[in-house]
Structure formats: C-alpha cells, structure tokens
C-alpha cells in the first residue's frame, strides 16, 4: 500500500498583506500530481487544513476542491484531521457528503466515523472513537489508523480521562494507543498513527515551533508526547504542527513532521518543502521518500550595506519574496525606498538598521533589530530592564499571549 503524508496547508494564510493563495492553489496542485504519479492509495493530511477558524470562501472552495481530486471519485481515501489552527466542528461538518467521495474527517480525539462502502471499494470496515479500518481499492489487506487530532490540554484530559500531571497525560494517550492497536492492529494489514500534536524524542532537544505559530506546548495547550508513547504495533506515525519537514524518531516506527507546503513566515526562509510516501507491507518497516515541492515562491532574508548591492541582488533573485535589512549609516530617503521597490516587486518587508553617524563601532547607537523573533525581542528587553535571562515560565506565558493575541 502507497500513502502520501501531507500537512499544515494553512489555507488562506497571507504573508504580511500578501495574499498566498494562488501560491497555495499550485503547491496543492503540485501534490495532487505526485499523487497521481505515485499512483498513491491513500492521503493523509495531518492537520492546520486552514490558518483560522473561519477561513475564507476562496480557501474554503479550494480546500474541497483539491481534496476531491486527491480522492479520485472514491478510488482513493483521504483522511484529514483538524489541527490547532483549524475549528474542529467545522472540518467535521461535511463529514456525510465527504464520505461519498472517499474523504474522512476527524475534529475531535474521540471522532467516531461511522461504517459506509462505495461502489469503488473503499469500506469502512469498523471504526470506535479514535479508530478507524479501512478496505482501500486495489489493496488485498486493510489500513488501519489511530486518530488523534489536536486538543488542548483540557479537552484531552475529558477526552482519555481526568488527571493533571503531564506524565499522566502521556499515559493516558499511551494507554489509548495501545488498547487500540492491541484490539485491531495486527500484522495483517498497514497501521498508522495520525496526529496534530507536538512530539518528541525522550532526552532529545526539542523541536523548534514555527516563529509565528501557535504554541501547542504550554498553558493551555497539550504537552509534550514522546515517541516512545507510539505502541509497537504502529508502522508509520504521520505529524503535523512543525512547519519544518523533520524526523523524530525512527522507534517505534518513523515518526515524521513532513512540514508545510509553503514557507509561511521568514523564520522558515529559504527551506525546502516536502510531502512525504510511505511504501508499506504488513509486519514491516516501510520505505519512506522525499518528495520536494517548487511550486511556492521562495522566501529569503537579505542584509545589504547598500543601496546598490541591495538593486544588485534584488535583481538576482525575482522570484522570490524578500525581506530586506538595510544596515546603512543613515535612513533610507523615499527616493532610496522607491528604487528598492521598483526594482523587485516581491519585498515584503525593508527593514532599518541604522548606526550613529560618524560610523565608530564604539559609538553605534542602540537599535531594535526586527529581524529577530518576538521571543528574541522579547528576551532582549527582559535583559536589558532586569539584567537576567528570563525563566522558561515567562518565556512560555509570553507565548501564550502571542497566541491568545493572534486568536
């Protein structure tokens, strides 16, 4: 069986006052192709289908679209969950009418997607809450996968049960896993764990959230699981949240983030973006590939010393979206500013970096360096006003607010 793991699409998500979507509409159309190519039997999309929780009608519309020609009339399943940017009554709402074309939703951890065939083949053979088998057609065994979309903190705890330490949630959620996998995932067919949380290997560092993203580590949000929560039965273990294609951990199973489709802030600038194919057989490791996608325009910071190297460049590159620092002695003039634009119609942002007049090292004034990231800001203020690093307690409630700030 060939599975195609995509995630993160962020629909109608703009950058500064760009709108992405058409960039969307031809990365989606991109990985319509490779499914096609691939000759996949499945498609996952693990979650942040929008970037809010009321999208636009364009992203809406291309949402439905791209997840119809994905399902191939039913030949193909698709199975999307929602993630924490997305409202999970409303991925759930055109579940009916969805499954008729071969696409699944689950909202919630304990989504119960209830039995249908089609005259393609693809049956939903049993499902319970967080669980769901699946007859694909041209596939003699099932595929069988654990649902765990995105829920903060408390509605996890309702979901597997009250309890208030970490440790116990990660319990709580190994317990579900392993009741589940016991129950149904045997070495007969293909078993996968989908989910929208933030994973990581246990004594590895962390993996970095996206600069702009949501924090779905801290207060209010669930914390962090461990690979070695993934039961043993589990073949492949298909992420979503990191916007960065990574891999946490290759026990019990691959355990994968296989990233956005597009650079969506300039914290990812100039990576490389991925769907990912899992070629998998009952009872073994599957082979995994890397399938990059160059649909998106590229996003690329630039530190220029002046006007002219800043033209020079800019014209090297017009392609892509720029976010521009000018380290210079003085502003720039209005005429400067214009020039740069005229030059390259994709800069984003220009940002001023301006030092004392008579040009000494030691006499540079003190500046605000906005290429940084507001927690690096942020901890560069904290610094300054009380001369200490701030604890990790302040650094993740000032998270917090950037998200409840966002939301």
Known sequence: MKLLHTSDWHLGKRLENLSRLDEQKDVLKEICGIAETEQVDAVIVSGDLFDTYNPSAEAVELFYKTLKRLANNGKRAVIAIAGNHDSPDRIEAPDPLARECGILFAGYP?????????????????????????????????LRLLLTPYANEFRLKAYLGHEDSEEELRKLLNDKWSALSQKYCDNNGINILISHLFFARKGAVLPEEPEDEKPILHVGGAQVIYSENIPSQIQYCALGHLHRKQTIDSNPCPVIYCGSPLSYSFAEADQKKYVVVIEAEPGKTPVISNHELTKAKRLLRKRAFSVVEAIEWLKEHQSALIELTMSTDTYLTAEERKLLNNTHNGIISIIPDVKSGDGDPVNFRRIIDLSKSMEELFTDYFRYEKGQEPNQQILNLFKEVLAEDEE
């Open 110 to 142: 304990n989504a119960i997607i209830p039995p249908f065939e089609l005259e393609s083949g693809l049956k939903v053979i049993q499902s319970e809450e967080g669980f769901v088998e699946l007859l694909v057609p041209g596939c003699p065994g099932p």
